[in-house]
């Protein structure tokens, strides 16, 4: 994982343990400096494996290697966004399938207001024949609202979902182009008339 790193030391030089004779042996010492040297970044990535398991400490050139083992692609993303999506993907690993989290998995990537529709649901009834919740058509409608100049690649959004919602059940993807907000009045606009009394 990490690569020799310049005057690391280590907590238990070879030396130490060699039998006292050889403590005055140059040979020895170079020998056993050698193997120091080399082992000192295994035993510190040892030392500190929690700190790589962990999204929020673990260097910026693990963080793809920490998305992998969550089934998480997230490169080409500024490492700090890198962070938020393995934190948010890792919590989100015991509600996989569910809507709330196809939900929070593109909301989280995307930063988008999104509603996810389905079309199934539960009901219960105390008469025999009760029609059951639902649609007799399984789907999946994921709607996503973005804003006039916005550049989200639907594909991205379509890739995401086919990749975290259940495998029988087909989906569509909906842009949705949030309404623009209303235009200020111009500077120069003369003033509304006061109310008469007031």
């Not at 490169?75 to 993907?89: F, S, V």
């Not at 196809?102 to 989280?108: F, K, Q, R, T």
């Not at 009901?123 to 996503?144: A, E, F, H, N």
């Not at 623009?180 to 009045?185: I, K, L, Q, V, W």
Request: aromatic share 6%.
């Amino acid at each position: 994982m990490r690569a020799a790193i310049d005057n690391l030391g280590t907590p238990m030089p070879f030396i130490a343990t060699m039998p006292s004779v050889y403590w005055d042996d140059w040979l020895a010492a170079e020998l056993c400096a050698a193997f120091d040297e080399v082992l000192a970044p295994v035993f510190a990535t040892l030392d500190c494996l929690p700190a790589y398991l962990d999204p929020g400490t673990t260097p910026a050139d693990m963080l793809d290697w920490l998305a992998g083992w969550i089934g998480l692609t997230v490169a080409g993303r500024e490492p700090d966004h890198k962070r938020q999506l393995i934190a948010a993907g890792a919590a989100l690993l015991g509600w996989q399938g569910t809507t709330q989290s196809i939900h929070d998995s593109v909301v989280a990537a995307f930063n988008r207001d999104t509603e996810v529709i389905e079309s199934g649901s539960a009901t219960w009834s105390l008469t025999p024949d009760s029609r059951p919740g639902g649609q007799p058509t399984p789907g999946l409608l994921v709607r996503v609202t973005v804003n006039a100049d916005d550049e989200l690649d639907p594909r991205s959004v379509d890739a995401l979902v086919d990749a975290i919602k259940p495998a029988h059940i087909p989906h569509r993807i909906e842009l949705v182009t949030r309404a623009a907000p209303p235009a200020p009045p111009p500077a120069d606009a003369p003033e509304p008339p006061a109310e008469a009394g007031v």
